[in-house]
C-alpha cells in the first residue's frame, strides 16, 4: 500500500517562506519520479517541482529560482523549500509519486500568502 501525507502548509506573509514535507509509506521515493503539485481555483492542476529517480529537477516557469525540490533518503521524505511567496501561490499543494502509469497522490496541505 502507498500513502503519502503532506504537511508544512500555512499562513504566511508576501515574502516569506515555507517548507512543505511529504512522508512516505509503502514506497521509496528514490527509486520514482515525485513531484509537487498545486491547483489554485478555477484551474487545472500544474505541475509545481518534480525530481526524478535519477536526481534530475525541473520546475514551472512561474517558481523557478524561488522553490527548491529535494529528497531526504534517510527520513524518506520529498520537501518543497518556498522562498519569496507571493499571493499567487496560495492553493492547495499536493505530493505526487509515479509508478509506472499510476499516479499516486496525497490529500494536500493548504499554502495561504496574504498580508
Known amino acids: 500500500q502507498v500513502q503519502l501525507v503532506e504537511s508544512g502548509g500555512g499562513l504566511v506573509q508576501p515574502g516569506g517562506s515555507l517548507r512543505l514535507s511529504c512522508a512516505a509509506s509503502?514506497?521509496?521515493?528514490?527509486?520514482?519520479?515525485t513531484g509537487w503539485y498545486r491547483q489554485p481555483p478555477g484551474k487545472q492542476r500544474e505541475l509545481v517541482a518534480k525530481?526524478?529517480?535519477?536526481?534530475?529537477?525541473n520546475y514551472a516557469d512561474s517558481v523557478k529560482g524561488r522553490f527548491t525540490i529535494s529528497r531526504d533518503n534517510a527520513k524518506f521524505t520529498v520537501d518543497l523549500q518556498m522562498n519569496s511567496l507571493k499571493p499567487e501561490d496560495t492553493t492547495v499543494y499536493y505530493c505526487?509519486?509515479?509508478?509506472?502509469?499510476?499516479?499516486?497522490w496525497g490529500k494536500g496541505t493548504l499554502v495561504t500568502i496574504s498580508s
Open positions: 509503502g514506497i521509496i521515493f528514490r527509486f520514482y519520479n
Open positions: 525530481i526524478t529517480s535519477g536526481g534530475s529537477t
Open positions: 505526487n509519486v509515479e509508478i509506472g502509469a499510476i499516479n499516486f
